[in-house]
């Protein structure tokens, strides 16, 4: 039995392979830019606009507002990183309704790189925000004893995150498909759709860890003082 | 094995560029779709605000303007009125003194008019009145009459003194020697009427008068001695002469 999309093998030569986490990851990346590019191709600038449009504005500045809500002072600087995040874990767990689709998510490889994106993009943004020196000395505090920690810390919520999304999805495409075999008929299906809802969470959920992890290496040390009214 | 490393650089990869797609095709068109049209809201309700403080700038001032228009016209109106009042005044006063000065000119007219009527009437009447006296005293004219004349004429030869005695004496004297005196009776005058006279003037004048004796019907009544331009008379011709000649005189004064 399969675990992941890993194991679809479609081309390999020596190291380099092609797989389906790897195709299908494809098809997704050109589904979305297709997609935003066919919508935002004729944008109206108008107060009159296609529900198209509607539709991914309410979706852009849903994202946007949960951003700011988690405490990113800017959320238009993290839109791109963790927006796309959402969208791409919400968009992998929504096309298996597609028969013969398996989700990229659904292979430990994806969420390892995913995890992987944010364990990069955190001290990233950290640094950007308040500076190499700045961050650094994040990791001393509140005292140079919790280096380590602090070191253990990033490293395993990464490791957290991965497993996390992986465990998800797999054991979601994994009762569908033991389901399959015992029950082939109804209950299926109405393990994928709870599987669309639970993926949809996931979405959410990693999403929003991002963002707090980024909010965290981001955070001014110092409270800023509250405005003199 | 899970974890494929390839496939795990691979999909970090692939999320990059993703990340990247999604940026240039999906947030940055929406994002500048969604602010150019706050911008535009922004700038409308600007706009508005504007048009709409512009349009209270344009009533408020049309209104003033009214207001003044109002007063202006008030003013003028009244202006008018005042004028038109005055000019209505100017003009019965106009009227007034045209109508006064043709009721005057009328009531001239009209006093002319008597006057003139009055004159005529006058005038008339003393033509009349002395056609009648004329008329009455020439048939009431006769020889005692006559000698009535005569007797009175002697008392006011004989009465006579001063000047006018001294002048027709001189008169006489001249005439007596040239040509003689003449003496106008309107009657015949008898021969002791004659005679009388002819002695009361030779008593008055302490001198042989000559005298011709002439009848002239005329005098109506009465006697008229007439000697080198000077003249005694006493004759109702002559009383009606100047009676006449004094009623003229008085309607001309009138």
């Known amino acids: ?229 | 094995m899970l974890i494929d490393w390839f496939t795990v650089g691979a999909q970090a990869l692939n999320f990059v560029i993703l990340v990247w797609l999604m940026k240039r095709y999906l947030y940055k068109p929406i994002l500048n779709a969604i602010d150019a049209r706050e911008r535009r809201i922004a700038a409308e309700l600007a706009d508005a605000d504007a048009k709409k403080a512009e349009a209270q700038k344009d009533r408020d001032e049309f209104r003033h303007k009214n207001e003044e228009f109002d007063k202006q016209s008030a003013a003028l109106l009244s202006k008018a009125t005042d004028e038109a009042k005055a000019e209505g005044r100017r003009l019965l006063e106009e009227a007034r003194k045209a109508a006064d000065a043709l009721s005057a000119k009328r009531r001239e007219t009209l006093r002319n008019d008597a006057r003139n009527l009055n004159q005529a009437i006058t005038r008339r009447a003393q033509q009349e009145v002395l056609a009648i006296t004329r008329k009455a005293l020439m048939d009431l004219s006769t020889t005692s009459l006559e000698e009535r004349f005569s007797n009175v004429f002697t008392r006011r030869l004989r009465e006579m003194n001063g000047r006018p005695k001294e002048t027709l004496a001189n008169a006489l004297k001249t005439a007596s020697e040239t040509e003689p005196a003449v003496l106008r009776s309107a009657f015949d005058m008898p021969s002791e009427q004659r005679a009388t006279i002819q002695n009361a003037l030779n008593e008055t004048f302490a001198a042989d008068i000559r005298v011709r004796f002439e009848t002239a019907p005329d005098l109506i009544g009465g006697i008229e001695l007439t000697a080198n331009g000077q003249k005694v008379a006493w004759s109702i011709a002559d009383y009606l002469l100047s009676l006449e000649k004094g009623v003229g005189e008085l309607l001309n004064k009138q």
Not at chain 1, 75 to 100: D, I, Q, S
């Open chain 1, 1 to 229: 039995m399969r675990l992941s999309p890993d194991g679809m093998i479609f081309w390999q030569r020596g190291f380099v392979k092609l797989n389906g986490t790897i195709v299908f990851t494809w098809a997704l990346m050109l589904v979305l830019a297709a997609g935003s590019k066919l919508i935002t191709r004729s944008l109206s600038m108008d107060l009159r606009r296609s529900r198209w449009q509607n539709l991914l504005e309410i979706i852009v500045t849903g994202i946007e507002k949960q951003i700011e809500e988690i405490g990113l002072r800017h959320p238009e600087k993290y839109l791109g990183f963790l927006g796309t995040l959402f969208l791409f874990v919400a968009a992998a767990n929504l096309f298996t309704v597609v028969p013969g689709y398996e989700p990229p998510t659904s292979s430990l490889s994806t969420t390892a790189a995913l995890a992987l994106c944010v364990f990069v993009a955190v001290p990233l943004f950290g640094i950007m925000d308040q500076g190499v020196g700045g961050y650094l000395r994040s990791y001393l505090e509140p005292t140079f004893i919790m280096l380590p920690f602090n070191i253990i810390s990033e490293l395993s919520r990464t490791l957290a995150l991965a497993v996390r999304l992986f465990g998800n999805m797999m054991s979601g495409a994994m009762l569908v498909a033991i389901l399959l075999t015992i029950t082939p008929f109804l209950f299926p299906a109405v393990m994928t759709a709870l599987g669309l809802l639970t993926g949809m969470v996931q979405a959410y959920i990693f999403t929003i860890l991002a963002a707090v992890y980024i909010a965290a290496a981001t955070r001014p040390r110092k409270p800023e003082p509250a405005p003199q009214n």
